[in-house]
């Protein structure tokens, strides 16, 4: 198994624009544009980006119609022309600093891991909704089964270990992420999903289908995937 093309992702192309590089899994963006967002989101209102990186996806929300702000405290690798906010997301409050109670869409990808602290980040999420406004947040699987596996051989997790980005500081587990943390903040869980839905990217062809097979015999409700999507919403909201 391994961390190769995990965090090459794919490449954004705007016309008239510089390139715009997906830090993630390639195809995720695609995934959460055409499977996740248009089954919940009306395409329109405010929005807005944490973590922006580049900018990819936020460019993609706004020619899908959402009034955009991209948010990230790395301002030289954005790239988009989108109004950008240079914020920590470490902050405990930074949600103060972006508009509490603005936002119709809240999207965060693959940043949750890199947070000194999850629940803190959820709790900013939360305060950035408005009524009825929803947030999708992916984040690496490490409930799968190649993280199983991988753990199991060698005591360490899969996508947080010496040869993973640095910066992965927080795996998130799924049984306290809905048990623990979702609660505490005022989040509820309007659907999960894994991408891919039926297997693995980041894993070598000539393991996946060992890791297929061992998946069927195991517990757990995230054996596949390489990366969950969580669509969530605040909890009260009619």
């Excluded at 995934?31 to 922006?52: C, K, M, N, Q, T």
């Excluded at 405290?73 to 470490?90: R, S």
């Excluded at 609660?183 to 894993?203: C, D, S």
Aim: proline share 6%.
């Amino acid at each position: 198994m391994t961390n190769e093309g995990y965090r090459q992702g794919g490449e954004c192309l705007v016309p008239g624009a510089p390139v715009l590089m997906e830090r993630t899994i390639g195809g995720l963006h695609d995934f959460i544009l055409r499977e996740v967002l248009h089954r919940y989101s009306p395409d329109s209102g405010p929005a807005i980006d944490l973590g922006a990186g580049s900018g990819a996806l936020a460019v993609r929300l706004r020619d899908a119609g959402w009034d955009v702000r991209a948010a990230d405290i790395n301002h030289q690798e954005y790239k988009a022309d989108l109004p950008f906010v240079h914020v920590d997301l470490d902050e405990g409050n930074f949600s103060s600093l972006l508009g509490e109670r603005e936002f119709g869409l809240v999207t965060a990808v693959e940043v949750i891991e890199h947070m000194e602290s999850p629940i803190g980040f959820l709790r900013n999420v939360t305060r950035l909704l408005r009524p009825k406004g929803l947030a999708v947040l992916t984040t690496p699987n490490v409930d799968n089964a190649p993280a199983r596996l991988k753990f199991f051989l060698t005591g360490k997790l899969r996508m947080m270990d010496e040869k993973s980005d640095p910066t992965h500081i927080s795996p998130i587990f799924w049984d306290l992420l809905q048990r623990q943390y979702l609660p505490r903040v005022g989040l509820q869980l309007v659907e999960h999903l894994v991408y891919p839905p039926k297997g693995y990217r980041v894993t070598r062809g000539r393991y996946a289908w060992g890791v297929r097979l061992l998946a069927r015999f195991l517990p757990g409700a995230c054996l596949k995937g390489d990366n969950h999507i969580l669509v969530l919403q605040s909890r009260g909201q009619e």
